[in-house]
Protein backbone atom coordinates (compact mmCIF):
# COMPACT_ATOMS: atom_id res chain seq x y z
CA UNK A 1 0.00 0.00 0.00
CA UNK A 2 1.84 2.86 -1.22
CA UNK A 3 1.58 6.13 1.35
CA UNK A 4 2.72 4.59 3.81
CA UNK A 5 6.62 5.70 4.34
CA UNK A 6 8.65 4.94 7.12
CA UNK A 7 11.09 7.00 8.04
CA UNK A 8 12.69 6.19 11.40
CA UNK A 9 12.54 9.53 12.74
CA UNK A 10 13.28 9.82 16.62
CA UNK A 11 10.85 10.98 18.60
CA UNK A 12 12.81 14.22 19.44
CA UNK A 13 12.73 15.38 15.85
CA UNK A 14 8.93 14.22 15.34
CA UNK A 15 8.54 16.62 18.41
CA UNK A 16 10.82 19.66 16.76
CA UNK A 17 8.73 19.57 13.85
CA UNK A 18 5.16 19.39 15.51
CA UNK A 19 6.51 22.53 17.46
CA UNK A 20 7.28 24.15 13.85
CA UNK A 21 4.31 22.93 12.07
CA UNK A 22 1.64 23.66 13.91
CA UNK A 23 1.90 27.43 14.61
CA UNK A 24 2.54 27.62 11.20
CA UNK A 25 -0.42 25.47 9.91
CA UNK A 26 -2.62 27.23 12.50
CA UNK A 27 -1.31 30.90 10.62
CA UNK A 28 -2.35 29.59 7.56
CA UNK A 29 -6.06 28.33 9.12
CA UNK A 30 -6.15 31.66 10.38
CA UNK A 31 -5.78 33.23 7.15
CA UNK A 32 -8.61 31.30 5.68
CA UNK A 33 -10.91 32.29 8.54
CA UNK A 34 -9.88 35.86 7.78
CA UNK A 35 -10.44 35.78 4.08
CA UNK A 36 -13.92 34.45 4.75
CA UNK A 37 -14.84 37.29 7.18
CA UNK A 38 -12.70 40.27 5.92
CA UNK A 39 -14.79 43.89 5.21
CA UNK A 40 -11.50 45.32 3.87
CA UNK A 41 -11.54 47.53 0.88
CA UNK A 42 -10.65 46.64 -2.79
CA UNK A 43 -6.93 47.97 -2.44
CA UNK A 44 -6.32 45.90 0.57
CA UNK A 45 -7.81 42.83 -0.97
CA UNK A 46 -5.62 42.85 -3.76
CA UNK A 47 -2.67 44.33 -1.71
CA UNK A 48 -2.78 40.87 0.64
CA UNK A 49 -3.51 39.02 -2.46
CA UNK A 50 0.11 39.88 -3.77
CA UNK A 51 1.23 38.92 -0.36
CA UNK A 52 -0.01 35.65 -0.51
CA UNK A 53 1.03 34.75 -3.56
CA UNK A 54 4.54 35.86 -2.80
CA UNK A 55 4.24 33.67 0.00
CA UNK A 56 3.07 30.67 -1.98
CA UNK A 57 5.91 31.12 -4.31
CA UNK A 58 8.29 30.79 -1.41
CA UNK A 59 7.04 27.65 -0.48
CA UNK A 60 6.81 26.04 -3.55
CA UNK A 61 10.64 26.31 -4.18
CA UNK A 62 10.55 23.02 -2.14
CA UNK A 63 8.08 20.08 -2.06
CA UNK A 64 6.82 16.82 -1.53
CA UNK A 65 6.26 15.16 -4.69
CA UNK A 66 2.42 14.37 -3.92
CA UNK A 67 0.64 14.15 -0.71
CA UNK A 68 1.55 14.09 2.76
CA UNK A 69 0.60 9.84 3.23
CA UNK A 70 1.49 8.62 6.48
CA UNK A 71 5.01 8.66 7.93
CA UNK A 72 6.47 6.08 10.55
CA UNK A 73 9.00 7.06 13.18
CA UNK A 74 11.35 5.04 14.76
CA UNK A 75 8.63 4.15 17.79
CA UNK A 76 5.73 2.85 14.87
CA UNK A 77 2.75 5.19 15.20
CA UNK A 78 1.82 6.58 12.45
CA UNK A 79 1.95 10.04 11.95
CA UNK A 80 -1.31 11.45 9.45
CA UNK A 81 -0.10 15.09 9.68
CA UNK A 82 -1.57 15.73 5.75
CA UNK A 83 -5.22 14.44 6.98
CA UNK A 84 -8.16 16.41 6.66
CA UNK A 85 -9.34 15.74 10.16
CA UNK A 86 -6.30 15.78 12.13
CA UNK A 87 -3.59 16.51 10.49
CA UNK A 88 -1.03 18.57 11.72
CA UNK A 89 0.10 20.18 8.58
CA UNK A 90 -3.26 20.74 6.74
CA UNK A 91 -5.32 24.02 7.54
CA UNK A 92 -8.25 22.53 5.87
CA UNK A 93 -8.24 20.01 9.46
CA UNK A 94 -9.73 21.62 12.56
CA UNK A 95 -8.29 19.83 13.56
CA UNK A 96 -9.63 17.31 16.38
CA UNK A 97 -7.31 16.32 18.84
CA UNK A 98 -9.05 12.85 19.68
CA UNK A 99 -8.48 10.70 23.11
CA UNK A 100 -8.89 6.92 22.77
CA UNK A 101 -9.34 4.18 25.31
CA UNK A 102 -8.44 0.62 24.74
CA UNK A 103 -12.02 -0.63 24.81
CA UNK A 104 -12.78 0.89 21.44
CA UNK A 105 -14.12 4.20 22.36
CA UNK A 106 -12.74 7.93 20.89
CA UNK A 107 -13.88 11.44 21.92
CA UNK A 108 -13.04 14.92 20.82
CA UNK A 109 -14.20 18.55 21.27
CA UNK A 110 -13.45 20.90 18.70
CA UNK A 111 -14.12 24.30 17.19
CA UNK A 112 -15.79 24.69 13.75
CA UNK A 113 -15.86 27.86 12.31
CA UNK A 114 -16.32 29.91 8.91
CA UNK A 115 -14.78 27.70 6.95
CA UNK A 116 -17.12 24.59 7.55
CA UNK A 117 -20.46 26.46 7.01
CA UNK A 118 -23.31 24.53 5.24
CA UNK A 119 -26.91 26.44 5.60
CA UNK A 120 -26.26 29.57 7.15
CA UNK A 121 -24.77 29.28 10.39
CA UNK A 122 -24.80 25.51 10.48
CA UNK A 123 -22.31 22.96 9.75
CA UNK A 124 -22.07 21.42 6.41
CA UNK A 125 -23.46 17.96 6.09
CA UNK A 126 -20.32 16.16 4.63
CA UNK A 127 -18.29 17.50 6.99
CA UNK A 128 -20.25 16.33 9.75
CA UNK A 129 -20.05 13.15 7.70
CA UNK A 130 -16.05 13.63 7.29
CA UNK A 131 -15.44 14.26 11.20
CA UNK A 132 -17.62 10.75 12.23
CA UNK A 133 -15.77 8.95 9.34
CA UNK A 134 -12.56 9.48 11.33
CA UNK A 135 -14.07 9.48 14.81
CA UNK A 136 -15.21 6.09 13.57
CA UNK A 137 -12.29 4.25 12.41
CA UNK A 138 -10.30 5.64 15.33
CA UNK A 139 -12.60 4.06 17.63
CA UNK A 140 -11.75 0.86 15.74
CA UNK A 141 -8.16 1.62 15.67
CA UNK A 142 -8.43 2.06 19.19
CA UNK A 143 -9.92 -1.23 20.38
CA UNK A 144 -7.28 -2.66 18.44
CA UNK A 145 -9.80 -3.59 15.32
CA UNK A 146 -8.29 -1.05 12.81
CA UNK A 147 -9.87 -0.90 9.28
CA UNK A 148 -10.70 1.06 6.51
CA UNK A 149 -14.42 2.40 5.82
CA UNK A 150 -16.54 -0.10 3.95
CA UNK A 151 -19.96 1.98 4.51
CA UNK A 152 -21.36 4.47 6.20
CA UNK A 153 -24.89 5.78 7.86
CA UNK A 154 -25.66 9.29 9.02
CA UNK A 155 -28.81 10.07 10.35
CA UNK A 156 -29.07 13.87 10.89
CA UNK A 157 -31.56 14.47 13.74
CA UNK A 158 -31.03 18.43 13.63
CA UNK A 159 -28.79 21.08 12.16
CA UNK A 160 -24.97 20.99 13.84
CA UNK A 161 -24.74 24.83 14.69
CA UNK A 162 -20.65 26.26 14.32
CA UNK A 163 -18.75 26.66 17.16
CA UNK A 164 -17.95 24.26 20.33
CA UNK A 165 -18.49 20.60 19.72
CA UNK A 166 -18.01 17.40 20.62
CA UNK A 167 -17.74 13.74 18.56
CA UNK A 168 -18.47 10.14 20.77
CA UNK A 169 -17.62 6.78 19.14
CA UNK A 170 -17.44 3.53 20.09
CA UNK A 171 -16.83 -0.08 18.74
CA UNK A 172 -20.43 -2.04 18.34
CA UNK A 173 -19.05 -5.41 17.65
CA UNK A 174 -16.33 -7.33 15.41
CA UNK A 175 -15.76 -10.23 13.39
CA UNK A 176 -12.37 -11.19 12.92
CA UNK A 177 -11.30 -8.45 10.07
CA UNK A 178 -14.87 -6.79 10.01
CA UNK A 179 -15.26 -3.99 12.78
CA UNK A 180 -18.65 -2.21 13.00
CA UNK A 181 -18.53 1.28 15.09
CA UNK A 182 -21.06 3.67 15.77
CA UNK A 183 -20.88 7.68 17.28
CA UNK A 184 -22.49 10.75 17.44
CA UNK A 185 -22.00 14.46 17.00
CA UNK A 186 -23.02 17.05 19.77
CA UNK A 187 -24.06 20.37 20.47
CA UNK A 188 -24.43 22.35 23.55
CA UNK A 189 -28.18 21.64 22.88
CA UNK A 190 -27.74 17.71 22.06
CA UNK A 191 -26.69 15.15 19.60
CA UNK A 192 -27.23 16.31 16.28
CA UNK A 193 -25.78 13.74 13.75
CA UNK A 194 -25.65 9.72 14.28
CA UNK A 195 -23.39 7.64 12.56
CA UNK A 196 -22.79 4.16 12.32
CA UNK A 197 -19.84 1.88 9.84
CA UNK A 198 -18.47 -1.08 9.03
CA UNK A 199 -14.20 -0.79 9.11
CA UNK A 200 -12.44 -3.65 7.20
CA UNK A 201 -8.91 -4.39 8.10
CA UNK A 202 -7.79 -4.45 4.40
CA UNK A 203 -5.92 -7.66 2.59
CA UNK A 204 -2.62 -5.73 2.12
CA UNK A 205 -2.50 -5.07 5.64
CA UNK A 206 -3.68 -8.87 6.98
CA UNK A 207 -0.95 -10.19 4.65
CA UNK A 208 1.64 -7.85 6.39
CA UNK A 209 0.94 -9.28 9.63
CA UNK A 210 1.14 -12.56 8.64
CA UNK A 211 4.33 -11.86 7.12
CA UNK A 212 5.07 -9.59 10.56
CA UNK A 213 6.85 -7.25 7.56
CA UNK A 214 8.59 -4.51 9.00
CA UNK A 215 9.38 -2.62 6.26
CA UNK A 216 5.35 -2.58 5.19
CA UNK A 217 4.10 -1.32 8.72
CA UNK A 218 0.58 -1.73 9.40
CA UNK A 219 -0.88 1.40 10.90
CA UNK A 220 -3.35 0.80 14.05
CA UNK A 221 -5.22 4.09 12.84
CA UNK A 222 -6.24 3.57 9.03
CA UNK A 223 -5.94 8.04 8.43
Known amino acids: MTGYVRDNLEPAEIERQRRLYEPFTQSVRELLDAAIRTTVDDDEIRRAQADIEAVVARLRTSQLDGPYGVRFGAEGRGRPWGNTVVGVRNA?????????????RAWADFHLGAAYEGPPGLVHGGVSAMVLDQ???EAAGAGGKPGMTATLTLRYRRGTPLGDLRAESWIERSEGHKTWAKGHLLSPEGITVEAEGL?????????????????????????
Not at 199 to 221: G, K, M, N, Q, S
Open 92 to 104: AAPPLLIDHDDEG
Open 135 to 137: MLG
Open 199 to 223: FILPRWARDAIARREADRPTPRYFE
